[in-house]
């Protein structure tokens, strides 16, 4: 056991960013990942909110500042805000419903336009739990990532698949980047290589892009 380190204390801090259409699930993700709690009742997000989690990535102490939006057209407004500062995201879709895919192309423009090029993506297909309503094939949303040159992963926030190596997957990319450009004097990096498919946690229909290189463990 290592010696207890204070809430604040910290190597990193990294800013995440979930985006995403309005219902597919992205404040049930963000209170999975940091509190483990799941509502049904789960409200629309009105406007910003953000939470926190500490993790251990290789032997540093990053703390993840997770970023949740509304994902309807009226809060708009706040999106240069909401992206300033960002290094990784979270692109989530709902696998029942083939629209929130198809908006994801369009949620990826934005996010790069307001963001540094080497930010990690990756991009998520929640409610994989309700497979009896699935309208988005495995094969279609990676087909879409290796496009995109996304990470991907199937996630159920009600029964916590996947979730946290969602997150975790991209926390350590970031780092991996971070430590990357350190060692080459602060040069921002080029993006990463990413296209490999890999399969991530026990379910059948969970699988993944992921970058072959760097932290891939």
Partial sequence: ???YRAEDDYDYLFKVVLIGDSGVGKSNLLSRFTKDEFSLESKSTIGVEFATRTIH????????Q??????Q?????????????AVGALLVYDVTRQT?????????KELRDHTDSAIIIMLVGNKADLRHLRAVTVEEAKEFAEKESTFFMETSALEST??????????AQIHCVVSRASLEGGDSPTSL????????????DVSAVKNPGCCSA
């Fill in 100 to 108: 929130t895919l198809e908006n994801a192309a369009r949620w990826l």
């Fill in 66 to 71: 997770i970023w949740d939006t509304a994902g």
């Fill in 1 to 3: 056991m290592g010696a």
């Fill in 193 to 204: 290589p990413k296209g490999q498919s890999i399969n991530v946690g026990s379910k059948d």
């Fill in 57 to 64: 990535v290789a032997d540093k102490v990053v703390k993840a």
């Fill in 73 to 85: 057209e009226r809060y708009r407004a706040i999106t240069s805000a909401y992206y300033r500062g």
């Fill in 162 to 171: 996947n979730v946290e190596s969602a997150f975790t997957e991209v926390l």
